[in-house]
């Protein structure tokens, strides 16, 4: 090989090589982390200055957009110190989400093996995790560690045939896991906003669930046909429940007795928004399956008015 | 393809190294890559294996409402509407599979040129890593897709053959690059397709784990056969070089002897100036049955043919034999008549026959 040759080869395998630096890489990717949590606090204190003012932004302050893995995206939830949770719609992984700096920082899976179901809602209760599928079944388990498979055991309160769930969260005051319906089967009209009650102490569903007739959400202006829950979510600066539909594209703000507090539509445009939660600082993030794209989290400064 | 060659032979200074060839034409396309990521960052995805890190641990997501996440490998691709992405992504990876397994053609086609070498294998090659990453990217990460594809796949019924280790392991090569380039790895492709070529080219050249002889034996003799595989003095080039290298010197004098004697008795004999030939073909029978087959060429051969002579025949255990006659042809009849009449002769022992006419050889001589 002539010396030209060689010293062209050479250079090849330095850049190779110098590109591959872990070190180096490690150190660009924390600063660069690093700025783009100096970047949300800065549009969130913007956004705060804003609302004082009285002009409240709907824009959000960070948006991140998941890899393909993250597609079934479908429950979202805040441990007790602030980290965020998500859920995969069918193979029971949980995944934490760094929302400030746009990173996932662990993923573990319920059961070994994989518990399959159709996920569809996941609230953190002190040290325990409820997932909840479609047709209210209700999964107990704990926070797992990167890569680990987590045991859970599981009860039924035996809600299936009264509606199709979607969403879960939990009222402390109470001690009670609420459980939203999309699709209602019986018992109440299909129109309503329907919500059941579980005491965490019995497993059992309370009595009477709370309904809310579609007219009192249209009398506060919305101009809905019907309220197909996809997610609830509590305000922990207020108590009140968010309750999300991904179809009517809106939000209900109820008290934990189930008086309506106000109606709007969610902020931004989004595809199909199954997950949401809210911070101690009022922030409220919102999270996007696929729907024939990629899964996005969302982060908006405030709830909203 | 004549401008691509004229870059080539200008890059390498009209080289025909294969490995300077090659290493002329991974760099470029490091080159185009590079220049490629310059003017569309977004084309980073088809790079970072993303699919394949999806099933790995932390992870940085890409940074929806900031555009300079590029600056540590993270890509926003949002802003292209998805069936765009879909289509441009596809493409990207179907043509990058292509680019990198034309030197693995070259390579394969290079080392087997002695040998000779199926062409099916050679487009098998080229195709056969696009429809794998063209699947990969169908399947994506459902498993349903997958079982689905699995059972369409087995459907299909897609079986060859392959002579040769070596071209099982090429195939395995397209299956590898497809795959890579399917989970937008085109970095880990690229590598692949770079050390197993070189890799291939190497082992070719030394001859790497060649089965030894008898060691006495090779050192004596290895050189002067080496000298002709070579190929250095201008002399026709030798057909097949493992089978060369692989005589015994027992065996080699035997056949220049062979060689020697059908040469003498067809073209005339050294030394003997206007010596007219007493032979001027060959005709070879395959026969099942050597001593019926005799029987039924011989008459035939009696009457159609000036002379003719039983030179040799080799018999193979499970194959049919080959009869070699030295014949004297006449005018007439024709030399495909006389074929005719042999053929005619024994349906039962005679399975096929041929002339090498003498003209012919010496035809085949002067064009080489």
Sequence with gaps: MKPAAGALLAAVLGVALASCSPAENSAARTRTLDERAREVATRAAEADSAARSGAVSRAPIALWILPYHYAEISGLTLTPDGRLLALGDENSEIWEIDYRRGVVSKRFTVGDPAIQADFEGLVAVDKQIFLMDSKGRIYRTTEGADGTQVAYDEFDPGLGKECEFEGLSYDPAAAALLMACKHVGKGAPESALVIYRISLSERQAAAVPIVIPIGQLNARGARWKKFEASEITRDPRTGNFLVMSSLQRGLVEITPAGAVVRVSDIPGNHRQPEGAAITRDGRLIVADEAAGDRPVITVYPSVGS | MPFFSKMMDLATGGSESPVRRLLVYYVFIVAITVGLLYVFPAANLLFSGERVSDALGPQ???DGLHRGAAAIGIVDASSLPPRLYMVLTAFAVMVGTLVLMLPVSWVYMATRRSTGYAQSIVHTMLILPIVVAGIVLIVRNSLALAFSLAGIVAG????ANLKDNRDTVFVFLAIGVGLAAGVQALTVAAILSLVFNFTILTVWRTDFGRSPL???????????????VDNKDGTPPVPDRDLLLTLTPEKADALADRFNRVRNLIAGERGKKGGKPRYNAVLSVSASDIEAAKRA????????????????????????????YLVRLRKEPSQEDVLHAVMESSKDSVLGAEFEVAKDLEKEKTEV
């Excluded at chain 2, 299909?156 to 079986?159: A, S």
């Excluded at chain 2, 008898?214 to 002709?228: H, I, M």
């Excluded at chain 2, 011989?298 to 003719?308: A, H, N």
């Design chain 2, 60 to 62: 940085v997501l890409t």
């Design chain 2, 214 to 228: 008898d060691l006495g034996q090779k050192v004596e003799w290895s050189e002067p056969l080496g000298a002709l």
């Design chain 2, 156 to 159: 299909v019924r897609f079986r």
């Design chain 2, 297 to 324: 060429v011989e008459p035939v051969l009696q009457q159609t043919t000036k002379r003719f002579r039983l030179d040799d025949v080799i018999e193979a255990a499970g194959k049919p034999a080959t009869l070699f």
